[in-house]
């Protein structure tokens, strides 16, 4: 059974072996003509982890699927985005874009830290 655990601007969903967190965040993304700062917001899903042992069963991709119809429920309006950032060595970040894009990520940034936007 899933859980949904919310605040204003977060939620964290869960499953018995493996949990997900979003929220909304925000970035300068330049300044106006008076020096405002010109901010740009989106949802960021900061972190889906599965218990070791227990990868490989569905648990992340059955959160993956919540948290996008979640947030197309409540924050219909803002771009969603993960980073792609392996937590242990045994991942592999290839296979977390595939992964990602297999949900319909699209890689907008490429680096060290892979930035996917749905």
Known sequence: MMTR?????????ELPHAFLCMGVESDIVDFDEDGCEVREEYVLIG????????????????????????????????PLRLAVEPLDVETDAH????????????????????????
């Open 5 to 13: 655990t919310e605040t204003a601007n977060s939620i964290r969903l």
């Open 47 to 78: 972190q889906i982890c599965t218990e070791e042992g227990h990868r490989g069963h569905g648990y992340a991709r059955r959160l993956l699927r919540e948290a996008i119809a979640v947030a197309g429920e409540r924050w219909a309006h803002l």
């Open 95 to 118: 296979q977390l874009v595939a992964f990602y894009e297999s949900e319909g990520f699209e890689v907008v940034e490429a680096g060290d830290v892979v930035v996917m936007e749905r």
